[in-house]
């Protein structure tokens, strides 16, 4: 007994680190795969002993898929870059801009504490980063880096009107069954919050598969297309990003009578459909975004809820949109300053081969939220 205790005091200092809130802690995590190579996982804790908070970031089911397909890894780490960029571009306009930490953590605090709360930017996260990963896994078993896959060469023979299957295409099931192996491995729990996370990931993967397209090239003599052979093409990441921003715009929100766990009982209710928080809504579909918390309005500086605040953000003075500075800096007002700009300007070709240009200076007019 007495062993026990010790145990339980000495791991406590681990447990209480970070925001305190187990989700942030347990989901997600898999996201440090692309700083863990960089940085041993020791964070300092409040007393300032360095602890271990966690070997690696990938549970054990995570582990034994990675080991089960070599090369994978490296498609992982990329899809986690892929959604921090197209993330950042998707929201660069907007006053909750998808801000990331840098190693926080070991990588697993990527996104910040905005994770804590089951609102629509976190709805948005999960189904980046889980399309990501389809993607990434996709075009890797295209190119030949992961071990046990391929392109995907199910299709053949006549396709259509003039044009036969050929080529590669990019094997998109397996990247989307990838995807949910390893992604869903994360999630814990029987909380709404399971399936809000578990529902999303599962919306952004749709995006990537149900948006291949067909690409094709002509052969015969000198381009004719007498015969023209098509493969099936991921869409591009840009796309992706595209959709699912549209759906985060018209991401439904869920009722929190949604709770497939019943507590007290050990009975799991699997949800089949979510019912929306207003009943006068339809139900959300497989590609909706869901969510079931308010967003913080992200005006002011606030880190416990992922919060930057706007202050020091550039706007837009004539934009009646969400980047001008009324909306962005939600009616603090900005500061305009002149600033001088630097370019390379009438550039003209030289024979051969040289390109001279003049330097000019130009003055722009910079909004500052205050
Ligand atoms: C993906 O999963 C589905 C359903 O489990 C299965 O039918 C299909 O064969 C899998 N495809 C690939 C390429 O792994
Ligand atoms: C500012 O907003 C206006 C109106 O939406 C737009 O035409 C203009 O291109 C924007 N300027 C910049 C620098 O983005
Ligand atoms: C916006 O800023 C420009 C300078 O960039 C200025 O000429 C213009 O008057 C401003 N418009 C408004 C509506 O404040």
């Not at 300032?48 to 582990?63: I, S």
């Not at 880190?303 to 009616?331: F, H, M, P």
Request: hydrophobic share 25%; aromatic share 8%; glycine share 10%.
């Amino acid at each position: 007994m007495k062993f026990c205790y010790l145990i339980i005091i000495c791991l406590y200092p681990t447990l209480s680190l970070g925001t305190g809130k187990a989700q942030g802690t347990t989901t997600g995590k898999w996201w440090g795969v692309a700083s863990s190579q960089q940085k041993s996982n020791l964070v300092v804790n409040r007393a300032g002993v360095p602890v271990v908070v966690d070997q690696t970031p990938l549970n054990k089911k995570q582990r034994k898929l990675i080991r089960l397909h070599p090369g994978s890894l490296s498609a992982i780490t990329n899809s986690v870059g892929m959604s921090k960029t197209e993330c950042k571009w998707q929201f660069k306009e907007r006053r909750w801009n998808c801000p990331t930490n840098k190693n926080d953590r070991g990588g697993r605090n990527l996104f910040g504490n905005i994770l804590e709360s089951g609102c629509r930017e976190t709805a948005f996260i999960y189904a980046i980063t889980a399309s990501a990963v389809a993607h990434s896994v996709a075009r890797s078993c295209s190119e030949g880096s992961i071990e046990t896959c391929n392109c995907d060469y199910e299709k053949r023979g006549k396709g259509g009107k003039g044009w036969e299957w050929g080529g590669c295409s990019d094997n998109a099931d397996f990247g989307s069954n990838f995807s949910r192996k390893f992604v869903d491995a994360g999630e814990k729990g029987r909380d709404l919050r399971y399936y809000m996370n578990k529902h999303n990931n599962a919306a952004g993967r749709r995006i990537v598969t149900d948006n291949m397209r067909r690409e094709c090239k002509c052969h015969g003599m000198s381009g004719s297309c007498q015969v023209k052979t098509c493969w099936m093409r991921l869409p591009t990441f840009r796309e992706v990003g595209d959709i699912l921003k549209e759906r985060f715009d018209g991401a439904s929100q869920i009722a929190q009578t949604n709770n497939g766990h019943n507590r007290g009982t050990r009975r799991k209710k699997r949800i089949k459909h979510f019912e929306s928080a207003d009943p006068q809504h339809k139900h959300p579909t497989a590609s909706d975004l869901v969510y079931f918390e308010e967003s913080p309005d992200f005006c002011e500086l606030n880190k416990k809820v992922g919060s930057l605040g706007t202050r020091g953000r550039q706007c837009n003075n004539t934009s009646i949109g969400i980047d001008g500075c009324d909306l962005l800096c939600c009616e603090r007002g900005y500061r305009s300053e002149i600033e001088q700009v630097t370019e390379r300007c009438s550039c003209t070709f030289h024979w051969c081969c040289q390109v001279k240009c003049e330097t000019c200076v130009t003055q722009r007019t910079v909004h500052t939220c205050l």
